[in-house]
């Protein structure tokens, strides 16, 4: 038997993985419950891991990779194609460690089921306690960490920045994306340190909180990010940064990037602004008269690379084993990832000026015929970003739905 008693083969990308059998760990309505298993393993993260083996490759491809650190490997599916699939250069390796002594069993099996012993190396540790095992006394220099925990990276974040090399990459997965989007307001508080409140376009909030958590952590170290990445999908937000030294330049990037949000939780309207600018706090909203909620502090700069995201889309399209909802994916991040600016949902635009929806693409044409860039948002059905400002928007939505009312009499 090629997997041991309760684990089945499946095949993800290029690696042929045993995993828990999903059979029997399913709950009442028939959903499997990766929890459960005594090794966790979510085929819902294809796409996560799909995008992390695709920048590797933009990495190894500007000679930037030479040590990978996956501390809470699980299976070691993540870890397993890398080696396979990201075409790692001689000498590289790919550290995998997990808590679990369960995870650490099943993982070395699949590194030999997929005969990728000699690219690899497992410990069975604490991930804060193998960063800095490998970094600070055995002198690896880390080129990329991948924190993908239960829940929040909030624990890991601290030792992933300390120990990532000058110009390395740091990628977190955060399942916790109520607590990002300001659904539990003191956990918000005391898990990230940002005031905040659920708005129209959490999820795009989300990213600017987990942004705004890691470099105020990264300039600790006198160190500062430039988010080459970042998207909310399904259950998780997922943020890649990349990570460079210098006090000055921290001081910048917080200066420039900290910032906070007010946004209308009626219609959607928002504006950012850094910290110190002074800001009318009774104003309310200029569309609907709604009370502003402010988030703060925030990240206000762009959430993803549009350069780097160019190539990304690039290198994924000669990866024809990645699924197609992940170059579907990618291609939707790069497409907003034009515009530093939050998505504007029709339907409550089109509420608050009391008028009916108009379809998606009907504003993003009219908004591009104004001189604008437009996109379909990858994450809100009814959402558009764009560069224009909000009575733009609004123009747009009162013109077609005037224009729809006229074609109907
Ligand atoms: C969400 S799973 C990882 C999934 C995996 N990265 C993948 O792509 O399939 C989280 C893993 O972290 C492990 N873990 C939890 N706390 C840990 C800790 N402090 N140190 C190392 N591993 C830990 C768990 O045993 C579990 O296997
Ligand atoms: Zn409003």
Redesign the pocket.
């Known amino acids: 038997m090629v997997c041991p008693n309760g684990y089945i083969l499946a095949v993800e990308g290029l690696a042929k993985i045993c995993i828990p059998d999903p059979n029997l760990y399913r709950r009442e309505d028939g959903l499997y419950e990766p929890s459960w298993a005594p090794?966790?393993?979510?085929p819902r993260?294809v796409e996560n891991?799909d995008i992390c083996v695709a920048v590797l490759r933009v990495e190894l491809g500007r000679g930037r990779c030479t040590a990978v650190v996956?501390?809470?490997?699980?299976?070691g599916?993540?870890g397993i194609r890398i080696v396979l699939e990201a075409g790692l250069p001689k000498g590289a390796t790919v550290y995998m460690?997990?808590?679990?002594p369960d995870?650490i069993e099943i993982m070395k099996r699949n590194i030999e089921l997929n005969g990728v012993v000699e690219g690899v190396c497992v410990r069975h540790?604490?991930?804060?306690e193998l960063m800095h095992q490998l970094a600070k006394r055995e002198g690896v220099a880390i080129s990329y960490i991948d924190i993908?925990?239960?829940g929040s990276p909030a624990p890991f974040t601290h030792t992933a920045l300390d120990c990532v090399k000058r110009y390395g990459v740091v990628a977190l997965t955060a399942t916790d994306l109520a607590v990002l989007e300001g659904r539990y307001r003191d956990k918000l508080l005391r898990r990230y340190g940002v005031v905040g409140t659920r708005v129209l376009q959490s999820r795009d909030i989300a990213l600017r909180v987990l942004l705004s958590f890691v470099m105020r952590i990264a300039a600790v170290y006198d160190k500062y990010i430039e988010p080459l990445l970042s998207y909310a999908m399904n259950h998780y937000a997922r943020v890649y940064v990349r990570v460079s030294r210098g006090g000055t330049r921290a001081g910048e990037v917080l200066d420039s990037c900290l910032g906070a949000v007010r946004c209308c939780s009626r219609c959607g309207y928002y504006y950012m602004h850094r910290i110190e600018d002074t800001v009318d706090r009774a104003a309310r909203c200029p569309v609907c008269e709604g009370k502003l909620e402010p988030i703060y502090p925030v990240w206000i700069c762009p959430t993803s690379s549009s350069e780097y995201l160019a190539e990304l889309v690039e290198i994924a399209k000669g990866m024809h084993w990645l699924r197609e909802s992940s170059r579907l994916l990618l291609g939707g991040i790069y497409r907003t990832s034009m515009q530093n600016a939050l998505t504007a949902r029709l339907t409550y635009i089109a509420k608050a000026i009391k008028t009916d929806t108009p379809p998606v693409q009907s504003i993003i044409d009219c908004l591009i015929q104004k001189g604008f860039t437009a996109a379909r948002s990858y994450t809100y059905s009814d959402g558009v970003v764009t560069s224009a400002p909000i009575d733009d928007v609004v123009e747009c939505v009162r013109s077609r739905a005037l224009g729809r009312s006229m074609d109907r009499s």
């Open positions: 090794v966790f393993y979510n993260m891991r996956d501390p809470l490997a699980a299976t599916v993540r460690g997990d808590i679990s995870a540790a604490d991930a804060n993908d925990p239960f």
